[in-house]
């Protein structure tokens, strides 16, 4: 389509003006969108993509270093192929932004290193009053999606803004995960400076030019919520704060940003700022909103906790079948035995408290059951180096003692659910009263 009205226009006397990529622009677009990669191409054999060498692995995830070029990648699925990428660059020309969109590919043959190529497919023409125009490539209709659709080779035209709604222009495929490089900036953006925000390269701009509480988010620092938030989303009131009055998120960020709380984690924030909302609280409280790093550490480490709770009862399963089998249960004592057979009948008692060694496996389950800690299920009695000690003053169990034999040192002495025992200096300072016992079996 021709320039069909005024900015097109002009945007069509600019377009001589925007610079060519050069050699080390390229190069750099590309190491930044491509990082190495060694893919899966069946069970037993991986491909670096960095130089094309096949190799044996079975490795399934994670990173792995080539034999070949000693590049180390991330382990990806799925045959090795073409891979497409889209990677932006802002440039001024004139008084108007422009963001430029390239297509990156890299094309990947059996047992050859692999090869790149890139072409520029939109340009998006913005002024600082608001105008917009689109220059592209034409596309290829009713075209399998995992080939290039864009026509290379075809001259860039103008594509209607009205229309773009509807057009695959605007389906923001190359806006989306584009990458953005920075040449310049026009006045207006440049007063911003360029932030990563999680919104692509236009919304961004196009929020900066017409969403004024998006501006302040990005001066202020609170790009998390910038960068989760549309206008409308921003500023429609749906929380509710006192006297039923209800509030925007907008107005949330303005009570954290004025107490000086910028939210880095905008999903664990929000999910706070749900569950507040549910027990009924003013939402333009500071108490209720500001969530300090702290905090969301806090919850991010009972998300942890619990996750470590569903292992540990996964660890207890795996003991109760060690308990069961006969077979192995004893194999495992008399290794047990052996490792500590100088220590096993170390006895000592002051002031009603007695200390001695765990004498099985039997009894480091016992111990685990009635204390409800990990002694049993993190399996203590695998540990060559440490001999693990009950204190008991009658028939109850005060604390569980882990001591390192050689050099002596006492490590860990807890009594139920992990917690320090009552008398934890007087239970310390009898164990290092005889000390010496541990000498002696060392010797
Ligand atoms: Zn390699």
């Not at 399934?60 to 192929?81: F, I, N, S, Y």
């Not at 929380?239 to 905008?266: E, M, P």
């Not at 049993?376 to 440490?386: I, Q």
Request: hydrophobic share 30%.
């Amino acid at each position: 389509m021709k320039a069909g009205n005024k900015f097109e226009r002009y945007v069509e006397t600019l377009t001589g003006k925007l610079k060519p990529i050069t050699q080390s622009e390229q190069a750099e677009a590309f190491r930044r969108t491509f990082p190495n990669a060694i893919k899966i191409k069946n069970k037993t054999t991986h491909v670096c993509l960095e130089c094309g060498h096949e190799f044996e692995s079975t490795k399934d995830r994670g990173t792995e270093v080539c034999p070949h070029c000693g590049k180390r990648g991330e382990v990806l699925k799925g045959q090795p192929q073409k891979e497409l990428r889209y990677y932006a660059i802002l440039e001024k020309v004139e008084d108007l932004q422009v963001i430029r969109y390239f297509i990156l590919n890299k094309w990947y043959y059996k047992g050859m290193a692999y090869t790149f190529t890139l072409g520029e497919v939109v340009q998006r023409w913005i002024s600082p009053d608001g105008k917009e125009a689109i220059r592209a490539l034409p596309k290829r209709p009713f075209i399998n999606c995992y080939t290039v659709a864009w026509a290379f080779g075809q001259e860039m035209s103008f594509k209607r803004i009205r229309n773009v709604k509807y057009s695959y222009y605007a389906t923001e495929e190359y806006d989306y995960p584009a990458k953005v490089k920075v040449r310049s900036l026009i006045p207006y953006f440049k007063r911003y400076g360029w932030k990563k925000t999680g919104h692509t390269p236009y919304t961004t701009l196009s929020l900066l030019l017409h969403s004024p509480h998006h501006g302040t988010l990005y001066e202020t620092g609170q790009l998390a919520i910038f960068g989760h938030t549309s206008e409308s989303s921003l500023n429609r009131p749906h929380y509710g704060a006192a006297h039923g009055k209800k509030v925007s998120l907008w107005q949330i960020a303005k009570v954290c940003t004025r107490n000086g709380c910028i939210i880095k984690d905008f999903v664990t924030w929000r999910d706070i700022l749900d569950n507040q909302q549910e027990r009924g609280r003013d939402m333009l409280s500071p108490k209720y909103v500001c969530v300090s790093q702290g905090e969301l550490k806090k919850i991010h480490d009972r998300l942890l906790r619990q996750r470590q709770q569903r292992e540990r009862m996964d660890r207890i399963a795996r003991g109760e079948n060690l308990m069961k089998n006969k077979k192995e249960l004893s194999l495992v004592n008399r290794e047990y035995k052996r490792m500590h057979k100088k220590y096993l009948d170390i006895f000592f008692e002051s002031d009603g408290i007695t200390f001695r060694p765990l004498q099985n496996v039997q009894e480091f389950y016992e111990e685990g059951k009635v204390m409800h800690h990990c002694v049993f299920t993190n399996r203590y009695y695998t540990k060559p180096e440490s001999l693990i000690l009950t204190a008991t003053r009658g028939d109850k169990r005060l604390a569980t003692i882990e001591v390192q034999k050689h050099p002596f040192r006492i490590l860990q002495c807890y009594a139920e659910h992990d917690s320090i025992p009552k008398e934890n200096k007087k239970l310390r300072t009898i164990i290092e009263k005889n000390e010496k016992l541990f000498h002696i079996k060392a010797s």
